[in-house]
Each structure stands twice: as structure tokens, then as C-alpha cells.
């Protein structure tokens, strides 16, 4: 499904793909994680509209991941908003259609938003992930060191997360 996926940056008619794969690949990722309400409450609508503004942000760098059927993924990054977590970069999201892990292309979508926040002069680049998502060993695989454990309350519901770091560039 990934064979030569090509990464860009996200341009505005992307919104809508992004939104797709982000609801999409919520409920591929949380199915027995998350309350079947949290992961149902996630609506393309509101993903679309979070889209729009995040792709129009020049704070905001978001990449998508794409093949011949379209965006299969997709990561953006930004200026950290958890201070106690002494990261200054975050990894806001990385979303990927089920069918298209495994592939090499989560890999790739991270270097290029650690790649955009090292261009952007940060330092550290951060990610936070719920305790129980696979995703944890992909970023730690990757190198991502654990700098701190918590519990927060996220759409209703209180969940475990942890939050990693890389050095940047990543090397």
C-alpha cells in the first residue's frame, strides 16, 4: 500500500484526506484502548476544521504521506505547549491507516517533522502517547527517551500517557 509513498508538506485541499485518515486511524489505533464513546466522539467534521487551521498555522509543520490512493498518513509538529516536559518541539500527531504501518513510512513522516522543527531552531523534539498504544515501541525503537509519566484528563476520560524526547537534529 506504501510502496513509494511520497511525503509533502500539507497544502489546504489536503484538510479533508487528513481528517479521514485522522478519524480513521483513531478508531484502527484505540479499538479496545479508549471508551467506545471517546473514540466515536472524534467526528471528521471537527477533524476537518482542526485541519484547516493547523495547515494555514506557520507554527504549525504537517506532512502527509501519500500513494497513488491517496494520503495514508500524516504527522505534524509545533512548538511544545508541556513546559514541565523540558521539550521545546512536539510531535502533535502522527496518524497512519493500519494497512500502511509497518511500512517504514511512520518512520519517515517522523524525520520529516523533526527535520522541520530542527530548521525552526528547536532542540528537543517531544511526543506524548497513551500508555497503551502501540505506538510507544515504535518511538522508543526510534530512540525517543522516556522523560516523564502522568495521567490527564482527555476527552472526558482519564488516560495514562507517556512522554518521550529526541535530540535535534535526529541522527
Known sequence: MTAGAAIRPAEPPDADAIAAVHCRAWRETYAGIL???????LTEAEAQARWQRDIADPDVAVF??????????????KPSDEPEAGFDGILD??????AAQG??????????????LADGGFREMGVVVHADNPALGFYEAMGGRRVMERTRLHRGHMCP???????LPLT
Open 93 to 98: 500527531t502522527l496518524y497512519l491507516l493500519a
Open 103 to 116: 511500512t517504514g513510512l511512520g518512520r519517515r513522516l517522523t524525520e520529516a517533522a523533526a527535520a522541520a
Open 64 to 77: 502527509v504521506g501519500e500513494t497513488a490512493a491517496g494520503v495514508v498518513g500524516f504527522v505534524s509538529a
Open 161 to 167: 500517557e507517556v512522554l518521550l524526547s529526541w535530540p
Open 35 to 41: 471508551p467506545g464513546a471517546m473514540i466515536e466522539g
